[in-house]
């Protein structure tokens, strides 16, 4: 796997004129969720290449899939890299509620989680209501996720997969990876501002996946890319043999419902899929000789 540019912070002179003479004005964060919206809205990257309806970015594309599999889909907000800033901490994703709740990380997940309905797209009364009481009312539920089981694949996936595709899309050459969120036209000091943004951005990306696989971050501890995407490749292997047993079932783990393994699982996969080769020479082939995980993608499509 490419390992690409090395990490430079930005330089000080370009940092305090970038800080005086702001390049790119972005919106203060209440002003980006003062208007509450009808319907739930999922703060995405993007948006993203033509033939793709949801986010490449795989956190993204996660919460998309899991409102999707929910409840029929949530509306998305496409963010580029600086719209991060009008979000919660920062942080995207995040879910604008019904109720003007700006979620993130657990709690958005939660908030789906409380809203499960059938996969065709009826919202429950809930979605429209504000008070949060009424949420779960004649809401049915699954208890899956509470499987020591579940709870096992899961932990795979965010310490294996997750940081695989996240290093083949954040960490391989931009000649080469797919293009998570559209380039924007900037005016020369801008594009020079923000490429040293983006390479503090693939610093934070490496410190990410460290934390992820369960090890320190920070520059003094190595990042091995071949042992990343060889643990990638065994949980494949393992999530085949899984998916194979459980052929029959619409979700993961013969479970009664969606839940956040599922679109978690579901994003890394699709993701995979389409990954160019010149940025990927593992993941994509172990997922090409497993039918079952192919034909599980398929039936979860958009």
């Given at each position: 796997m490419p390992f690409g540019r090395p990490s430079v912070p930005i330089p000080s002179p370009l940092a305090h004129f970038y800080a005086k003479f702001p390049l790119v004005t972005l919106p203060e964060?209440?002003?980006?969720?003062?208007?509450?919206?009808?319907?739930?809205?999922?703060?995405?990257?993007?948006?993203?290449p033509i033939g793709?309806?949801?986010?490449?970015?795989?956190?993204?594309?996660?919460?998309?899939?899991?409102?999707?599999?929910?409840?029929?889909?949530?509306?998305?907000?496409?963010?580029?890299?600086?719209?991060?800033?009008?979000?919660?901490?920062?942080?995207?994703?995040?879910?604008?509620?019904?109720?003007?709740?700006?979620?993130?990380?657990?709690?958005?997940?939660?908030?789906?989680?409380?809203?499960?309905?059938d996969k065709k797209g009826r919202f429950p009364a809930s979605l429209f209501l504000f008070e949060a009481e009424t949420a779960d009312k004649d809401v049915p539920h699954t208890d899956a996720s509470a499987e020591p089981s579940h709870q096992a694949y899961l932990s795979l996936v965010l310490t294996t997969l997750l940081p695989a595709v996240l290093a083949a899309l954040y960490l391989s050459p931009a000649s080469v990876a797919p293009e998570v969120v559209p380039t924007v036209s900037r005016p020369f000091l801008s594009s020079v501002a923000h490429v040293y943004l983006t390479w503090n951005d693939r610093s934070d990306r490496i410190d990410e996946i460290k934390r992820l696989r369960g090890g320190k971050s920070g520059k003094a501890v190595a990042l091995d890319l071949d042992e990343v995407e060889?643990?990638?490749?065994?949980?494949?292997?393992?999530?085949?043999?899984?998916?194979?047993?459980?052929?029959?079932?619409?979700?993961?783990?013969?479970?009664?419902?969606?839940?956040?393994?599922?679109?978690?699982?579901?994003?890394?996969?699709?993701?995979?899929?389409?990954?160019?080769?010149?940025?990927?020479?593992?993941l994509r082939p172990a997922l090409e000789r497993s039918p079952a995980l192919l034909e599980w993608i398929e039936k979860h499509d958009p």
């Amino acid at each position: 796997m490419p390992f690409g540019r090395p990490s430079v912070p930005i330089p000080s002179p370009l940092a305090h004129f970038y800080a005086k003479f702001p390049l790119v004005t972005l919106p203060e964060p209440e002003e980006a969720y003062q208007q509450t919206p009808a319907k739930p809205k999922i703060w995405a990257y993007g948006p993203p290449p033509i033939g793709h309806s949801e986010s490449l970015d795989p956190l993204c594309r996660a919460a998309q899939a899991y409102a999707r599999f929910a409840f029929g889909g949530a509306e998305t907000r496409w963010l580029d890299w600086d719209g991060k800033e009008s979000s919660p901490e920062g942080r995207v994703p995040a879910l604008h509620t019904p109720s003007g709740d700006l979620l993130t990380g657990d709690e958005l997940d939660a908030w789906i989680a409380s809203h499960l309905t059938d996969k065709k797209g009826r919202f429950p009364a809930s979605l429209f209501l504000f008070e949060a009481e009424t949420a779960d009312k004649d809401v049915p539920h699954t208890d899956a996720s509470a499987e020591p089981s579940h709870q096992a694949y899961l932990s795979l996936v965010l310490t294996t997969l997750l940081p695989a595709v996240l290093a083949a899309l954040y960490l391989s050459p931009a000649s080469v990876a797919p293009e998570v969120v559209p380039t924007v036209s900037r005016p020369f000091l801008s594009s020079v501002a923000h490429v040293y943004l983006t390479w503090n951005d693939r610093s934070d990306r490496i410190d990410e996946i460290k934390r992820l696989r369960g090890g320190k971050s920070g520059k003094a501890v190595a990042l091995d890319l071949d042992e990343v995407e060889r643990e990638a490749v065994e949980a494949i292997d393992a999530l085949e043999v899984k998916a194979q047993a459980a052929q029959n079932s619409d979700w993961f783990d013969g479970a009664s419902g969606p839940s956040k393994l599922d679109a978690l699982l579901y994003a890394l996969l699709s993701i995979i899929k389409i990954l160019p080769r010149a940025c990927d020479d593992a993941l994509r082939p172990a997922l090409e000789r497993s039918p079952a995980l192919l034909e599980w993608i398929e039936k979860h499509d958009p």
